[in-house]
Protein backbone atom coordinates (compact mmCIF):
# COMPACT_ATOMS: atom_id res chain seq x y z
CA UNK A 1 0.00 0.00 0.00
CA UNK A 2 2.87 2.37 0.56
CA UNK A 3 3.65 2.45 -2.99
CA UNK A 4 -0.02 3.39 -3.93
CA UNK A 5 -0.49 6.90 -4.77
CA UNK A 6 -3.59 8.84 -5.74
CA UNK A 7 -4.67 11.88 -7.00
CA UNK A 8 -7.37 11.94 -4.64
CA UNK A 9 -8.54 9.78 -1.69
CA UNK A 10 -12.38 10.08 -0.70
CA UNK A 11 -13.51 8.77 2.53
CA UNK A 12 -16.86 7.51 3.02
CA UNK A 13 -19.10 5.29 0.64
CA UNK A 14 -22.71 6.83 0.61
CA UNK A 15 -24.29 8.19 -1.97
CA UNK A 16 -21.89 11.56 -1.60
CA UNK A 17 -18.75 10.20 -1.59
CA UNK A 18 -19.52 7.72 -4.23
CA UNK A 19 -20.91 10.75 -6.48
CA UNK A 20 -17.55 12.51 -5.92
CA UNK A 21 -15.14 9.45 -6.99
CA UNK A 22 -17.33 8.81 -9.91
CA UNK A 23 -16.93 12.07 -11.28
CA UNK A 24 -13.36 12.66 -10.06
CA UNK A 25 -12.94 9.54 -12.63
CA UNK A 26 -14.93 10.47 -15.66
CA UNK A 27 -12.66 13.79 -15.16
CA UNK A 28 -9.59 11.62 -15.50
CA UNK A 29 -8.28 11.90 -12.18
CA UNK A 30 -6.14 8.98 -10.86
CA UNK A 31 -9.17 8.59 -7.76
CA UNK A 32 -9.83 6.08 -4.54
CA UNK A 33 -13.11 5.44 -2.25
CA UNK A 34 -12.60 3.88 1.22
CA UNK A 35 -15.15 2.69 3.00
CA UNK A 36 -15.00 0.98 6.08
CA UNK A 37 -17.94 -1.18 5.70
CA UNK A 38 -19.94 -1.67 2.46
CA UNK A 39 -21.25 0.87 0.39
CA UNK A 40 -24.33 2.69 1.10
CA UNK A 41 -24.04 1.04 4.74
CA UNK A 42 -25.43 4.20 6.28
CA UNK A 43 -27.75 7.23 5.64
CA UNK A 44 -27.62 6.17 2.36
CA UNK A 45 -29.15 2.66 2.90
CA UNK A 46 -31.89 4.49 4.73
CA UNK A 47 -33.02 7.13 2.42
CA UNK A 48 -36.54 7.39 1.87
CA UNK A 49 -35.75 6.93 -2.33
CA UNK A 50 -37.85 10.51 -3.51
CA UNK A 51 -36.30 12.13 -6.12
CA UNK A 52 -37.35 15.46 -5.49
CA UNK A 53 -37.69 17.50 -8.33
CA UNK A 54 -37.48 20.89 -5.91
CA UNK A 55 -41.11 21.68 -5.88
CA UNK A 56 -40.51 22.56 -1.68
CA UNK A 57 -37.89 25.33 -2.64
CA UNK A 58 -40.77 27.06 -4.87
CA UNK A 59 -42.66 27.77 -1.87
CA UNK A 60 -39.88 29.85 -0.46
CA UNK A 61 -38.80 31.53 -3.17
CA UNK A 62 -35.47 29.73 -3.22
CA UNK A 63 -34.61 29.73 -7.01
CA UNK A 64 -31.37 28.43 -6.81
CA UNK A 65 -31.68 25.04 -4.58
CA UNK A 66 -34.90 24.40 -7.06
CA UNK A 67 -32.83 24.02 -10.38
CA UNK A 68 -30.12 22.07 -8.44
CA UNK A 69 -32.81 19.88 -7.80
CA UNK A 70 -34.83 19.71 -10.64
CA UNK A 71 -31.19 19.43 -12.61
CA UNK A 72 -29.91 16.30 -10.00
CA UNK A 73 -33.36 14.34 -10.20
CA UNK A 74 -32.98 14.50 -14.03
CA UNK A 75 -29.31 13.66 -14.07
CA UNK A 76 -30.50 10.16 -12.64
CA UNK A 77 -32.97 9.84 -14.72
CA UNK A 78 -31.43 10.51 -17.50
CA UNK A 79 -28.19 8.24 -16.40
CA UNK A 80 -30.35 5.32 -14.87
CA UNK A 81 -33.70 5.28 -16.62
CA UNK A 82 -34.56 1.71 -15.80
CA UNK A 83 -34.01 2.56 -12.29
CA UNK A 84 -35.73 5.59 -11.59
CA UNK A 85 -40.03 5.55 -11.72
CA UNK A 86 -42.49 8.26 -12.05
CA UNK A 87 -44.60 8.32 -8.74
CA UNK A 88 -48.21 11.04 -8.40
CA UNK A 89 -47.93 12.16 -5.05
CA UNK A 90 -50.89 14.44 -3.65
CA UNK A 91 -50.96 16.97 -0.89
CA UNK A 92 -54.30 17.98 0.66
CA UNK A 93 -54.44 22.01 1.75
CA UNK A 94 -56.30 23.37 4.50
CA UNK A 95 -54.82 26.47 4.04
CA UNK A 96 -52.14 26.52 6.94
CA UNK A 97 -49.08 28.92 6.37
CA UNK A 98 -47.85 27.65 2.71
CA UNK A 99 -49.96 25.45 2.34
CA UNK A 100 -52.87 26.93 0.44
CA UNK A 101 -54.14 26.51 -2.98
CA UNK A 102 -52.79 30.26 -3.75
CA UNK A 103 -49.53 29.45 -2.98
CA UNK A 104 -49.21 25.69 -4.76
CA UNK A 105 -50.53 27.57 -8.12
CA UNK A 106 -48.12 30.29 -7.85
CA UNK A 107 -45.25 27.80 -7.51
CA UNK A 108 -46.46 25.35 -10.18
CA UNK A 109 -46.30 28.62 -12.33
CA UNK A 110 -43.15 29.22 -11.52
CA UNK A 111 -42.00 25.69 -12.24
CA UNK A 112 -43.32 25.68 -15.76
CA UNK A 113 -41.49 29.27 -16.09
CA UNK A 114 -38.12 27.88 -14.74
CA UNK A 115 -38.07 24.79 -15.45
CA UNK A 116 -39.33 24.18 -18.70
CA UNK A 117 -36.42 21.94 -19.50
CA UNK A 118 -36.72 19.39 -17.34
CA UNK A 119 -37.55 16.86 -19.60
CA UNK A 120 -35.04 17.60 -21.95
CA UNK A 121 -33.09 14.37 -23.16
CA UNK A 122 -35.98 12.10 -20.81
CA UNK A 123 -37.81 9.56 -22.43
CA UNK A 124 -41.36 9.69 -23.22
CA UNK A 125 -42.83 7.98 -20.93
CA UNK A 126 -40.55 9.10 -18.01
CA UNK A 127 -41.47 12.27 -18.28
CA UNK A 128 -42.76 14.35 -15.64
CA UNK A 129 -46.02 16.57 -15.64
CA UNK A 130 -46.29 19.88 -14.62
CA UNK A 131 -48.30 20.12 -10.76
CA UNK A 132 -52.22 21.23 -10.69
CA UNK A 133 -54.49 21.95 -7.51
CA UNK A 134 -57.00 20.15 -7.64
CA UNK A 135 -60.61 20.73 -6.42
CA UNK A 136 -61.75 19.84 -2.89
CA UNK A 137 -64.19 16.74 -4.32
CA UNK A 138 -61.48 15.36 -6.79
CA UNK A 139 -59.16 15.73 -3.61
CA UNK A 140 -61.53 13.58 -1.88
CA UNK A 141 -62.17 11.13 -4.83
CA UNK A 142 -58.50 10.64 -4.85
CA UNK A 143 -57.98 10.34 -0.97
CA UNK A 144 -60.86 8.91 0.47
CA UNK A 145 -59.68 9.39 3.71
CA UNK A 146 -59.04 13.08 3.82
CA UNK A 147 -59.97 15.39 6.52
CA UNK A 148 -63.00 16.94 4.44
CA UNK A 149 -63.49 19.86 7.50
CA UNK A 150 -61.60 22.59 6.15
CA UNK A 151 -60.25 20.98 2.57
CA UNK A 152 -59.37 24.16 0.13
CA UNK A 153 -58.15 21.04 -2.33
CA UNK A 154 -55.23 19.05 -3.32
CA UNK A 155 -51.57 19.86 -4.46
CA UNK A 156 -51.12 17.13 -7.22
CA UNK A 157 -47.63 16.55 -8.61
CA UNK A 158 -45.61 14.10 -9.94
CA UNK A 159 -41.51 12.80 -8.62
CA UNK A 160 -38.94 10.17 -9.25
CA UNK A 161 -38.92 7.31 -6.63
CA UNK A 162 -36.29 4.11 -6.95
CA UNK A 163 -38.27 1.47 -6.15
CA UNK A 164 -34.79 -0.58 -5.19
CA UNK A 165 -32.06 1.83 -3.87
CA UNK A 166 -29.75 -0.85 -3.82
CA UNK A 167 -29.60 -1.78 -7.32
CA UNK A 168 -29.28 2.21 -8.13
CA UNK A 169 -25.93 2.08 -5.95
CA UNK A 170 -24.55 -0.82 -8.08
CA UNK A 171 -25.06 0.66 -10.81
CA UNK A 172 -23.62 4.06 -10.41
CA UNK A 173 -20.70 2.06 -8.18
CA UNK A 174 -20.56 0.06 -11.55
CA UNK A 175 -19.82 3.00 -13.39
CA UNK A 176 -17.89 4.42 -11.35
CA UNK A 177 -15.26 1.34 -11.55
CA UNK A 178 -15.49 1.49 -15.23
CA UNK A 179 -14.11 5.06 -15.50
CA UNK A 180 -11.04 4.28 -13.27
CA UNK A 181 -12.70 4.54 -9.52
CA UNK A 182 -11.16 2.20 -7.12
CA UNK A 183 -13.89 1.65 -5.04
CA UNK A 184 -12.33 -0.58 -1.88
CA UNK A 185 -15.05 -1.88 0.90
CA UNK A 186 -14.48 -2.93 4.55
CA UNK A 187 -11.14 -0.30 5.08
CA UNK A 188 -10.83 2.10 7.68
CA UNK A 189 -9.09 5.61 7.76
CA UNK A 190 -7.34 6.30 10.92
CA UNK A 191 -5.54 9.10 10.03
CA UNK A 192 -4.33 11.47 7.09
CA UNK A 193 -0.75 12.77 7.13
CA UNK A 194 0.50 15.73 6.34
CA UNK A 195 3.85 17.16 5.05
CA UNK A 196 4.87 21.04 4.92
CA UNK A 197 0.76 21.41 5.83
CA UNK A 198 -0.46 19.63 2.57
CA UNK A 199 -2.26 16.22 2.26
CA UNK A 200 0.26 13.64 1.76
CA UNK A 201 -1.32 10.54 2.46
CA UNK A 202 -4.09 8.52 4.21
CA UNK A 203 -3.70 6.00 7.09
CA UNK A 204 -5.57 2.82 6.15
CA UNK A 205 -5.35 0.06 7.97
CA UNK A 206 -2.03 -1.34 9.12
CA UNK A 207 -0.44 0.76 5.78
CA UNK A 208 -0.83 3.85 4.06
CA UNK A 209 -1.37 4.96 0.68
CA UNK A 210 -0.43 8.18 -1.03
CA UNK A 211 -2.82 11.21 -1.85
CA UNK A 212 -2.52 14.47 -2.94
CA UNK A 213 -5.55 15.57 -1.79
CA UNK A 214 -8.40 13.46 0.54
CA UNK A 215 -12.40 14.43 0.78
CA UNK A 216 -13.66 13.26 4.36
CA UNK A 217 -17.45 12.50 3.21
CA UNK A 218 -18.14 10.05 6.05
CA UNK A 219 -21.74 11.14 7.07
CA UNK A 220 -22.38 11.64 10.50
CA UNK A 221 -18.82 10.70 11.51
CA UNK A 222 -16.93 13.62 9.68
CA UNK A 223 -17.23 15.91 12.25
CA UNK A 224 -15.09 13.29 14.65
CA UNK A 225 -12.20 12.64 11.82
CA UNK A 226 -12.59 16.36 10.57
CA UNK A 227 -11.68 17.56 13.99
CA UNK A 228 -9.15 14.39 14.90
CA UNK A 229 -7.02 15.42 11.45
CA UNK A 230 -7.14 19.17 11.60
CA UNK A 231 -7.00 20.66 15.62
CA UNK A 232 -8.05 24.21 14.22
CA UNK A 233 -11.20 23.26 12.56
CA UNK A 234 -13.98 25.09 13.95
CA UNK A 235 -16.37 23.93 11.33
CA UNK A 236 -19.65 22.33 12.28
CA UNK A 237 -20.81 19.38 10.28
CA UNK A 238 -23.98 18.56 12.00
CA UNK A 239 -24.68 15.87 14.97
CA UNK A 240 -26.21 12.69 14.47
CA UNK A 241 -30.32 12.26 14.44
CA UNK A 242 -31.78 8.84 13.61
CA UNK A 243 -34.07 8.48 10.14
CA UNK A 244 -35.84 6.00 9.61
CA UNK A 245 -38.84 4.92 7.15
CA UNK A 246 -40.99 1.44 7.30
CA UNK A 247 -42.44 -0.91 4.88
CA UNK A 248 -45.64 -1.91 5.83
CA UNK A 249 -47.80 -4.33 4.60
CA UNK A 250 -51.10 -2.45 3.81
CA UNK A 251 -53.15 -1.56 1.39
CA UNK A 252 -52.52 1.92 -0.29
CA UNK A 253 -55.53 4.20 0.65
CA UNK A 254 -55.32 6.56 -2.46
CA UNK A 255 -54.63 6.94 -6.36
CA UNK A 256 -51.51 9.34 -5.47
CA UNK A 257 -48.53 9.11 -3.23
CA UNK A 258 -49.88 11.34 -0.10
CA UNK A 259 -47.31 13.91 1.79
CA UNK A 260 -49.56 14.97 5.07
CA UNK A 261 -49.16 17.29 8.10
CA UNK A 262 -50.15 15.52 11.13
CA UNK A 263 -53.26 17.43 12.69
CA UNK A 264 -51.87 19.25 16.19
CA UNK A 265 -47.90 17.89 15.25
CA UNK A 266 -45.04 19.78 13.94
CA UNK A 267 -42.89 17.27 13.53
CA UNK A 268 -42.94 17.50 9.60
CA UNK A 269 -44.32 15.67 6.90
CA UNK A 270 -45.20 12.32 6.49
CA UNK A 271 -44.48 10.72 2.78
CA UNK A 272 -46.81 7.56 2.17
CA UNK A 273 -46.64 5.83 -0.95
CA UNK A 274 -47.33 2.40 -2.92
CA UNK A 275 -44.75 -0.25 -3.23
CA UNK A 276 -44.57 -4.00 -4.24
CA UNK A 277 -48.05 -4.21 -2.84
CA UNK A 278 -47.00 -2.56 0.26
CA UNK A 279 -47.23 0.97 1.84
CA UNK A 280 -44.06 3.05 2.16
CA UNK A 281 -43.98 4.87 4.98
CA UNK A 282 -41.55 7.96 5.72
CA UNK A 283 -39.50 9.45 7.52
CA UNK A 284 -39.47 8.86 11.67
CA UNK A 285 -36.96 10.75 14.00
CA UNK A 286 -35.21 9.91 17.27
CA UNK A 287 -32.95 12.24 18.76
CA UNK A 288 -29.18 10.69 19.12
CA UNK A 289 -26.86 10.39 21.87
CA UNK A 290 -23.99 11.78 20.32
CA UNK A 291 -21.64 9.28 22.83
CA UNK A 292 -23.57 6.66 21.28
CA UNK A 293 -24.81 7.61 17.84
CA UNK A 294 -25.62 3.55 16.80
CA UNK A 295 -29.06 4.30 18.12
CA UNK A 296 -31.24 1.47 16.85
CA UNK A 297 -35.03 1.73 16.01
CA UNK A 298 -36.87 0.48 18.94
CA UNK A 299 -40.25 -0.61 19.04
CA UNK A 300 -41.23 1.97 20.87
CA UNK A 301 -39.93 4.90 18.17
CA UNK A 302 -41.58 2.59 15.53
CA UNK A 303 -45.12 2.49 17.53
CA UNK A 304 -44.67 6.18 17.67
CA UNK A 305 -44.32 6.60 14.12
CA UNK A 306 -47.25 4.71 13.32
CA UNK A 307 -49.12 6.47 15.60
CA UNK A 308 -48.50 10.08 13.60
CA UNK A 309 -48.80 8.15 10.23
CA UNK A 310 -52.24 6.70 11.17
CA UNK A 311 -53.03 10.18 12.46
CA UNK A 312 -51.98 11.72 8.99
CA UNK A 313 -53.78 9.01 6.99
CA UNK A 314 -57.01 7.87 8.58
CA UNK A 315 -57.71 4.27 7.02
CA UNK A 316 -54.74 3.59 7.10
CA UNK A 317 -54.60 1.64 10.72
CA UNK A 318 -50.61 -0.03 10.42
CA UNK A 319 -49.80 -1.99 13.55
CA UNK A 320 -46.36 -2.95 14.46
CA UNK A 321 -47.31 -6.31 13.44
CA UNK A 322 -47.77 -5.16 9.94
CA UNK A 323 -44.09 -3.23 9.73
CA UNK A 324 -42.32 -5.64 7.03
CA UNK A 325 -38.78 -4.11 7.08
CA UNK A 326 -37.04 -1.01 8.39
CA UNK A 327 -34.55 1.15 7.01
CA UNK A 328 -32.77 3.37 8.90
CA UNK A 329 -29.50 5.91 8.86
CA UNK A 330 -27.78 8.92 10.67
CA UNK A 331 -28.52 12.51 9.19
CA UNK A 332 -26.97 16.15 10.22
CA UNK A 333 -29.06 17.76 12.73
CA UNK A 334 -28.51 21.25 13.91
CA UNK A 335 -27.71 20.81 17.53
CA UNK A 336 -26.70 17.37 20.16
CA UNK A 337 -29.71 15.23 20.51
CA UNK A 338 -31.94 17.70 18.02
CA UNK A 339 -34.54 16.27 15.17
CA UNK A 340 -34.17 19.74 13.61
CA UNK A 341 -31.86 18.67 10.41
CA UNK A 342 -29.35 21.20 8.90
CA UNK A 343 -30.86 22.54 5.81
CA UNK A 344 -27.70 23.43 4.08
CA UNK A 345 -24.83 21.28 3.00
CA UNK A 346 -21.51 22.26 4.36
CA UNK A 347 -18.34 22.18 2.03
CA UNK A 348 -15.18 23.36 4.47
CA UNK A 349 -11.64 23.68 2.43
CA UNK A 350 -9.51 23.04 5.81
CA UNK A 351 -6.35 25.23 3.92
CA UNK A 352 -8.65 28.16 3.31
CA UNK A 353 -8.92 28.30 7.10
CA UNK A 354 -5.69 28.10 8.35
CA UNK A 355 -5.75 24.02 8.27
CA UNK A 356 -3.84 21.65 6.09
CA UNK A 357 -3.93 22.07 2.35
CA UNK A 358 -5.35 19.61 -0.05
CA UNK A 359 -8.57 18.62 2.70
CA UNK A 360 -12.19 18.80 2.55
CA UNK A 361 -14.60 17.86 4.52
CA UNK A 362 -18.57 17.59 3.39
CA UNK A 363 -21.69 16.87 4.87
CA UNK A 364 -24.47 16.50 3.02
CA UNK A 365 -28.58 17.16 3.55
CA UNK A 366 -30.00 15.49 0.30
CA UNK A 367 -29.27 12.24 -2.18
CA UNK A 368 -31.08 14.37 -4.99
CA UNK A 369 -28.17 17.01 -5.21
CA UNK A 370 -25.73 14.30 -4.78
CA UNK A 371 -23.96 15.20 -8.59
CA UNK A 372 -24.09 19.07 -7.95
CA UNK A 373 -22.84 18.92 -4.45
CA UNK A 374 -20.25 16.49 -6.16
CA UNK A 375 -19.16 18.90 -8.49
CA UNK A 376 -18.88 21.71 -5.72
CA UNK A 377 -17.19 19.60 -3.44
CA UNK A 378 -14.34 18.79 -6.59
CA UNK A 379 -14.01 22.60 -7.94
CA UNK A 380 -12.76 23.30 -4.14
CA UNK A 381 -11.00 20.19 -3.62
CA UNK A 382 -8.82 20.94 -6.79
CA UNK A 383 -8.64 24.96 -6.60
CA UNK A 384 -7.44 24.22 -2.88
CA UNK A 385 -4.64 22.08 -4.02
Not at 69 to 80: G, I, K, N, P, V
Not at 88 to 96: D, N, T, V, W
Not at 183 to 191: A, H, K, N, S
Request: hydrophobic content about 40%.
Amino acid sequence: MQDENYDLVIVGGGIHGLMIGLQAAESGHRALLLEKDKLAAGATGGWYRILHGGLRYLQSLDMRRFRASLEDSRWFLRSFPDLVSRQAFLMPLYGEGLKRPCVFRAAFLMERSIGPDRNRGVPQEKRIPSGRVLSPAATRDAFPGARSEGLLGGAHWEELVVPDSNALIAALAERARAAGLDIREGQEVTGVEFEAEHVTAVRCGAGKIGAMRVILAAGYATQALAESVDPTCRARFGFPANAFNLMVKKDFPATSGLSLSVPGDAGGMIFLYPSEGKTFLGTGYIPVDCSHPDTEVSEEAIARFLARCNLACPGLDARPEDVTSVSRGMLPAAAPSSLKLLDRDVIHDHGAEGGPRGLVSLSSIKFTTAPSVARRVLRCAFAAG
